[in-house]
Every structure is written in structure tokens, then in C-alpha cells.
């Protein structure tokens, strides 16, 4: 029975997966069912990544959160990416791959890790399927045989979707470049003429009348040189066409020389020249085209397009003369006879065919040339090695302003194999049918008058009528209204110039409306091909991502602090209100460099906290000063880096920039008041540490002698007097512990006091402080508890009076608490502070007494007439250090609950 289950399952596994065309979703699905084998409790897929590593893509079982947080990624060097890439499938306890992951309890408790590797048909590892078990008895052998086949019907779904997806993406890439290729070439701007070897116009184009002011028989049967040259400029042009009439030179590229235009203003012209020769290979003419130097690079770069489009086309693209003498080819075309383009250029078309072959192409160039029209035939051709093939073919009569032929442009596919698949039926209306029913889009043959006379499978299910209802219909019947006039004008294109590509609406049977991408060609004068794709899904696309885009713009523009996007090499991307106000002087802000706009350098900052956020892919702040004689003259920058969704790597940086202008001078303000009351309570101070000072060495006096006299240095003493001289030595010296504070209190307010500030771990601070006090709250029955973020950085502050400070707040704070009740400590973290918060659970204290809780010598008793331990001054003195690093302290107080002691400190800039 067991393993006729695990056939079952193998089996609708297997369905699952050979349906979806998404891999995390297929996982998801088939994880229920790999999680019903009774010693299976987690799974997880890895995908390779581009890097060698293997990246995490989904899971299935009940995996905690902290685990998976460190599984997303193995690099290609950690041990788990290595076993993985030895292509041999594991079963292997957790201590031998685990590492750092081993003291979590749920590794503990695995007994189980396989590993298996999945593998295209050479070998090369491109996933890994991940089982854990936590049965004792390990994974069974039926089930690993399972695994193994799942794991490559997985395989075989990721090189489905992998294929899929790079077949769409070529397809989309291509579309792309023919768009771009046609709307640049509509945008450039060309002059033509034509000159014989002496240099007399014999044609020009409008664009040479725009450019020179000349009315075209203003032009032509003028002398170019004598007209239209610069006097210092005609000699080199003189020899240029001497030298390609002799023969020296007959193409020239990228010959540069200004002309002359009617207002006598001077062009510079890119040429480029070549010849029209006779039969006995006299040059007749010089076709020259020229460029203005400002469209130059773009009309160049249109044109290379456009020639690497019809180079890389799969079908035959070919120009020849009317003897047949070609003057291009394609790839696709030359190589299906068995050649290179470089070995038939200039050559026949006769060496394509044979007999008949020969006769028949010439019927068909013949006929081109009387009718000057757009034809298809089927022309049977001869390959290198001898062999012949039909292919069909379609050609045109290019013709010159002046309707003298010039030249034939043709195409052509093999048809060999369409022929075969029709065993050996020649030409008809089946095999037309055929290939236009098994389309996969649309096909549509209309008339002149646009009704359709056939339509295929595809047509009838894009538009929801069957095929006897198409063809009952005209084509301005499938369009909405307002898109009529649209399809009509493209229409009528078609039958003018025998193909137009367009994109407009159509309506389906049940009304919906949805959106046609046409592409039509004349197959004669009564009968037009459309090949229709539905490209509604891309059109929404289109206008969501547009909707994104001012969705996010709003977004930027309605933070009221500014935001600045930067990209990988520093260039300001984008920018909202409020940085163009900052930064007024140097608007346009987005285009230029970060640190050319926001800091007027000519190079990077040293060191650059952005550069430094792209490196470490962590959050930089910085507080940095604004630009001079801006009214925002200090800016708190926080820098968090941009990351590719699908590999990872830093694109740029989003700056959010703070103007904290009245912070600062608050800062100034409070640090000049302090000193003023610092000045104002010297002379008082001073007084203090004087008396203070005369009182330590008597007290020392006092502490020696009560030591002799308690280690029976003069006699042994009996447990009453013990007890007296021990009063007396604690009594002195708590009075000395009490001198010192006074003394520290007043070198604060004397403005003697100076912090030592370092770099300073809060955490590894407060843990130390804990570990001082832990005995005392044992001795209390009180318990310390805290909550702090996991992750502090480090701060500028002086480690030791912080220390004094958080020491006194909190052995006050456990004095005050009950046996049996908590203490309770908090850290929060912000860009501007540390908040620290410390809670006992006393009955707190009369709000009466709270302004004097932090003064010198006052103590506070709570209503139970509980008084701390060295209370006179540990607060207070708390207080000055916490003021002196800039922060502020304050008490909270609920009768009944407890008091709060809340300070912060000031986040110094590194």
C-alpha cells in the first residue's frame, strides 16, 4: 500500500508541475503534498544565482521566521554552495552543514538534511531541492526515491520556464529596436544630390533646398563647386572627384566641407559619396548624401540599426539591379544557398539558379517592371552543392522622383520544408489555408472594399465570432467608433503604399473592448493579409506603470523634508520641492552630480557617505553644513541603498535631507546658558571644594585610628566598643564618599568638568553596570529586566560619567523597589537620541517633592518613608553628567505603581 501511495503522489506531482509556468507557485502546491510523507517536515528550493551562489525561492512546512532570515542566500563559497555544486545527492546530519545555525533549537532537533542537487543534461548544477526530517529513524529509502524524481520534474520546470522566458524576452527586445529604428529614422534629416565627374548638379532633394535656401531649379545643372563651395574649400573638393572619376577613389565616408547657402552662411556637411558606373565601368555619376554635424552620430546610428535589422532577420532580404546584379544580401538569404554574402555581392542572381529556374526569375522581374508593383511568387532556386528548393518570394520596383526604375528589393523565405509537410502539392488555396488556420494570431484576408473572405482559428477566438459570422462582416465592423476614421486612414494605406502596421481598438462579440496590434501587406489589388495580435495585457501594463510613476512622484513631492535619488555614479536623479528650494542656486538639480549641487565641488567628498552607503549596502547618517548663504544651513542626511529586485546589486541611493537649522542654534543657545550659570555658581563652588578639601584629611585621621583601635592595636576591645568604632569608620567613610560628590558636583558647576568622549558600545555599557549590581538586587529579592533593540551603533559620549549616571538611576531605582517586584530598563534608538527609561515598582514618590528630587543635599522620602542609599547626591550628580554630554533627565511618578527616571542623550556626529 505504501508504495502504491508514493506512485500517486509521484504522479500528481508530476501533473502539477507540468501545468504551471511559475515556479514558486508550483512549489507552494506541491509542498502539501511532499509534506504528507510521514518523515518529511520541511522543504525548500534554491535557485543559482548569477554570482555562483544559490539563492532561496520558496519553502514549504512550518520553518521559523529567525531561521529563515538567515537561509535566503548561500554565497559561492559558503560550505552549503559547495556540497551543492558537487552534484552528488546528500543525506546528511544538520552538525555537518548547519554551522553557525547549530545552537538554534530547531536544528537541534533535526536529525536530517537532504541535499539534492538538480542538474541540466550537461551536468551543470542550476538548483537544489532542501528536505528536513526530524523523525529519528531518518528519511526512508521509498521516500528518497520519491524525492529524487520530484526533484527533477523540478528541474525540468525551471529550464521550461527558463527557455519561456528568455524566448519572450528576445522577442520583446527585438520589437523594441524595430520601434526605436523606425522612429529615429522618421526624425532624421538627409540631403542627397547627384553629380556628374565635373561636379554639375544633376539632382537634389527638398532637404537640400531647405538646408542651402535654393529652390531645386535654383540647383540642378549647376556646377556644386563653383555655386555652393566655399572659395577655400574648392580645390580639396576638386581633387576628391578627380580622384574618384580616375578611378583612385570611388567611396568616400565621412568626408567633411562646409557649403554656402543663399544668405552666404557656411554648413558643415558630413559626405557620403559613391559612384554610378557604366557597363565598361566609366564612373557616370556621384551620388552624394550629406548629413548636418548636429543629426550626424544620430542619422548613422539609425541607419546601422536598421542594416543589423535586415542582416539578422529570419527571412531573405535582397537588392539587386534590373540586369540582377546584387548589390546587398542578407545572411539569412545567402546562406540558404550556401554562401556568404561577401561571395556573392556584385555577382548574378544566375548563380542562384538554373534552366528553367533562371527563365522563371526573370519572367518575374519583367513583370515587376511593367506593372511596378508589389508581387509574390513561389521561385524555385539551386543551392551551392546542387540541390534545389522553392521559396517563396515578394518583391518590389523602387523608383526615383523622376519614375525611371532603379532597383529590386525582394525577400524571400524556404518553403522547402512547408512543401514537404504538403507532400509535393503545388501552390493553392489548401496550402495558404493551412498556414494561415495554424497561425497562432489572427489572420485576416480582406478585399478592396475591406469585407473578409477568410479568416483562421485564431481570429475567431481573439474576436469571439465563429467563422461563418466573420466572414459575413466587414472590418469597420469589429472597430468601436471612435477608433473608425483610424482604421480607415490605415486602410487606405495598405492599399496605397502595400503595408502599414498599426495599433487601434477592436470590439468582441460580447462587447468588451480590448486592443489590436495590425500588421497587413497587399497580396494584390484585390486581396490585403492582416496578421492581429491582442496586445491589451501589454497596454494595461503600459498605463499601470505610468500610474506607478505619478503615483510615486506625488509620493516624493508630498514629503515635506527633501528626497534625492542618486544613481551608481553619483548623478542626481531625481529631486522633490523641497530640495530645489534648499538648493535654489544650483537648479536644474537633477542631472548633475551630487556633489557638484548640494556641496560646489568638482569631485566626490572625502570621505563620501554615499559612496561608503553603495560599498557597505548599509544606512548612512551624516550631518553635513548647507550652502553658503542658504537660510537651511544645517541638513541631516540619512542614505539607504537602492537594490535590483532580482540580483541584488546597488543601483543608487535614496538621500532623505532634514533641515535641522533651529536644532542647532537651540543647541548653541542652551550650551551658552549653561556656561553662564556655570560662571554665575564658580565662586560658590569654589568655596565648596575648599571646605570640602580641608575636611578629608582630618577624616582621614579619623578612618586610620578607627582601624588600629578595631584590629586591637591598643588593646582588645570588648563587642560593644567594636561595634562603636565600626559606626565610626562607616560613618567617616560615607562622609569621604559624600566629599568626593560634592567635589564632582562642584568642578561641574565651576566648568571644571571635561568629558573624555570615545566611540562607546551602550550595550557592552549596560550589561557591565548589570553585572555590578545583580548581587544587590538578589540580596532585595528584585528582579532587573530589560528591553533593548538588538542592534545600537556605537556613540561618541564619556563612558565613565555615563556609566556613573546609569549606575545611581538604577541601584536608586532597585532600593525603591519591593522584595518580590522588578525593575524594568529601556533603550530606544533614533537618528537624533538615545532614550534611556529606568522603572521601579515602588509606590513612587509626592508630586509635591518631585522639582526637588534632583536638587544637591535635599532627600526625598516616599510616602512609606523609604530612603535611598547615598541619595543626597547620586541623582543629582546623575543629572550633571547626563546635562554636561547635552541631554536631559526627568522623573515620572504614580502613586501606587512606581517612578520612571526618563534622560536622553544627544547622538554626536562621527
Known amino acids: 500500500m505504501e508504495k502504491e501511495r508514493l506512485l500517486v503522489l509521484q504522479r500528481d506531482i508530476a501533473i502539477e508541475l507540468g501545468s504551471s509556468n511559475n515556479l514558486q507557485t508550483a512549489f507552494h502546491s506541491l509542498s502539501k503534498h511532499i509534506l504528507s510523507l510521514k518523515d518529511i517536515d520541511a522543504t525548500a528550493i534554491y535557485l543559482r544565482s548569477k554570482n555562483g551562489g544559490f539563492d532561496f525561492i520558496a519553502c514549504g512546512g512550518d520553518i521559523p521566521e529567525d531561521i529563515l532570515k538567515n537561509i535566503q542566500h548561500y554565497p559561492e563559497d559558503s560550505l552549503q554552495a559547495k556540497i551543492v555544486k558537487e552534484g552528488k545527492i546528500r543525506y546528511i546530519p544538520p552538525e555537518e552543514i548547519a554551522e553557525i545555525l547549530l545552537d538554534k533549537q530547531y536544528f537541534k532537533e533535526m536529525k536530517t538534511i537532504g541535499i539534492i542537487p538538480i542538474k ?16 529519528r529513524e531518518g528519511i526512508a529509502e521509498n521516500t528518497k526515491i520519491v524525492l529524487e524524481s520530484i526533484a527533477g520534474q523540478i528541474g525540468n520546470l525551471i529550464l521550461r520556464i527558463k527557455t519561456e522566458n528568455e524566448l519572450k524576452a528576445k522577442e520583446r527586445e527585438l520589437r523594441q529596436e524595430k520601434e526605436r529604428t523606425q522612429e529615429c ?112 552620430k544620430l542619422a548613422e546610428d539609425e541607419i546601422q540599426k536598421f542594416k543589423n535589422i535586415a542582416d539578422r532577420a529570419n527571412y531573405g532580404n535582397l537588392i539587386v539591379d534590373f540586369d540582377g546584379n546584387i548589390k546587398y544580401i542578407n545572411d539569412y538569404f545567402a546562406n540558404i544557398h550556401g554562401y556568404t554574402p561577401e561571395e556573392v555581392i556584385g555577382k548574378n542572381i544566375s548563380i542562384f539558379h538554373r534552366g528553367k529556374q533562371l527563365e522563371d526569375a526573370y519572367k518575374f522581374r519583367d513583370k515587376l517592371i511593367e506593372d511596378s508593383d508589389y508581387k509574390h511568387r513561389e521561385i524555385w532556386h539551386t543551392h551551392k552543392d546542387g540541390t534545389e528548393f522553392p521559396m517563396l518570394m515578394g518583391a518590389v520596383v ?13 525577400t524571400g523565405i524556404d ?18 489555408r493551412n498556414y ?64 502599414v502596421d498599426v495599433e487601434f481598438n477592436f470590439l468582441r462579440k460580447d462587447g468588451s473592448r480590448r486592443w489590436w496590434r495590425v500588421t497587413s501587406t497587399k497580396l494584390s ?173 582630618p577624616l582621614g585621621n579619623i578612618i586610620g585610628f578607627t582601624q588600629l583601635l578595631d584590629n586591637d592595636i591598643y588593646g582588645k576591645l570588648n563587642p560593644k566598643q567594636q561595634k562603636h568604632i565600626q559606626g565610626i569608620q562607616k560613618s567617616a567613610e560615607q562622609l569621604i564618599g559624600l566629599i568626593d560628590d560634592i567635589l564632582e558636583i562642584s568642578d561641574v558647576e565651576a566648568g571644571k568638568m571635561e568629558l573624555n568622549i570615545e566611540m562607546v558600545s551602550i550595550g557592552e555599557l549596560l550589561s557591565d553596570i548589570l553585572k555590578l549590581l545583580k548581587p544587590f538586587a538578589e540580596d532585595r529579592n528584585v528582579e532587573i529586566t530589560t528591553d533593548i533593540p538588538e542592534y545600537i551603533p556605537e556613540i561618541s559620549l564619556d563612558k565613565v560619567k555615563i556609566k556613573q549616571a546609569l549606575y545611581n538611576l538604577i541601584i536608586n531605582a532597585i532600593h525603591f523597589t519591593p522584595e518580590g517586584r522588578d525593575v524594568h530598563i529601556s533603550i530606544e534608538y533614533s537618528s537624533y537620541d538615545l532614550r534611556f527609561e529606568v522603572n521601579d515598582s515602588g509606590i513612587g514618590i509626592s508630586p509635591a517633592h518631585l522639582e526637588e528630587l ?51 542623550i544627544p547622538i554626536q556626529p562621527i
Not at 562646409?258 to 559613391?274: A, G, K, Q, Y
Not at 485564431?458 to 467563422?467: K, L, P, V
Not at 505619478?550 to 529631486?575: H, M, P, Q, T, Y
Request: hydrophobic share 35%; charged share 30%; with cysteine.
Open 415 to 432: 518553403i522547402t520544408e512547408l512543401k514537404n509537410t504538403e507532400n509535393a502539392l503545388k501552390k493553392n488555396e489548401a496550402k495558404f
Open 185 to 296: 529614422m522618421d526624425a532624421a534629416a538627409v540631403i542627397f544630390i547627384v553629380l556628374d565627374p565635373q561636379g554639375n548638379v544633376l539632382f537634389s532633394n527638398q532637404k537640400a533646398s531647405e538646408l542651402l535656401g535654393f529652390h531645386k531649379k535654383e540647383i540642378i545643372g549647376k556646377n556644386w563647386i563653383d555655386n555652393f563651395i566655399p572659395p577655400g574649400y574648392k580645390e580639396s573638393v576638386r581633387k576628391l572627384l578627380s580622384d574618384i572619376e580616375s578611378g583612385k577613389s570611388e567611396i568616400v565616408q565621412g568626408y567633411e566641407n562646409p557649403v554656402l547657402t543663399s544668405n552666404n552662411e557656411e554648413l558643415i556637411i558630413e559626405w557620403h559619396n559613391s559612384v554610378l558606373k557604366d557597363y565598361n565601368g566609366k564612373v557616370e555619376s556621384i551620388i552624394a548624401s550629406g548629413l548636418d554635424v548636429t543629426e550626424r
Open 525 to 697: 489589388d484585390k486581396r490585403y493579409l492582416g496578421f492581429t495580435k491582442d496586445t491589451t495585457e501589454s497596454k494595461l501594463m503600459e498605463e499601470e506603470l505610468i500610474e506607478s510613476k505619478l503615483f510615486l512622484n506625488s509620493i516624493i513631492e508630498s514629503i515635506k523634508d527633501g528626497v534625492s535619488i542618486l544613481d551608481a555614479d553619483l548623478n542626481i536623479v531625481r529631486v522633490n520641492d523641497a530640495m530645489n528650494k534648499w538648493f535654489a542656486k544650483n537648479i536644474p538639480l537633477e542631472g548633475k552630480k551630487c556633489y557638484e549641487a548640494y556641496h560646489d565641488r568638482d569631485s566626490p567628498c572625502t570621505p563620501c557617505p554615499i559612496i561608503r552607503c553603495m560599498e557597505t549596502g548599509e544606512t548612512e547618517r551624516n550631518i553635513v553644513p548647507g550652502l553658503p548663504g542658504s537660510e537651511a544651513q544645517w541638513f541631516e542626511l540619512l542614505g539607504y541603498p537602492l537594490k535590483d529586485s532580482t540580483t541584488g546589486e546597488i543601483t543608487g541611493v535614496v538621500e532623505f535631507v532634514k533641515d535641522i537649522t533651529d536644532h542647532k542654534r537651540a543647541e548653541a543657545e542652551l550650551a551658552e546658558a549653561r556656561h553662564h550659570a556655570r560662571e554665575v555658581s564658580k565662586t560658590n563652588s569654589e568655596l565648596k571644594a575648599n571646605l570640602n578639601h580641608e575636611l578629608r584629611t
Open 436 to 499: 494561415i488556420d495554424n497561425a497562432p494570431d489572427g489572420v485576416f484576408v480582406a478585399d478592396e472594399n475591406g469585407d473578409y473572405i477568410e479568416v483562421n482559428k485564431a481570429a475567431c477566438e481573439t474576436t469571439g465570432y465563429s467563422q461563418e459570422q466573420l466572414l459575413s462582416m466587414n472590418l469597420i465592423d469589429l472597430i468601436p467608433p471612435d477608433n473608425r476614421e483610424k482604421a480607415m486612414k490605415a486602410f487606405e494605406t495598405l492599399v496605397k503604399k502595400g503595408y
Open 854 to 904: 534632583f536638587r544637591s543635599f535635599k532627600e526625598i522620602y516616599s510616602e512609606s518613608g523609604v530612603k535611598p542609599n547615598n541619595s543626597v547626591l547620586g541623582l543629582s550628580l546623575a543629572k550633571d553628567y547626563i546635562e554636561l554630554h547635552g541631554g536631559e533627565i526627568k522623573v515620572e511618578s504614580e502613586p501606587g505603581v512606581g517612578n520612571t527616571y526618563i534622560f536622553t
Open 120 to 135: 541540466k543534461e550537461d551536468g551543470e548544477v542550476i538548483a537544489s531541492f532542501i528536505i528536513f526530517s526530524f523523525t
Open 398 to 410: 523602387h523608383e526615383d522622383e523622376l519614375d525611371k526604375e532603379r532597383y529590386i528589393a525582394a
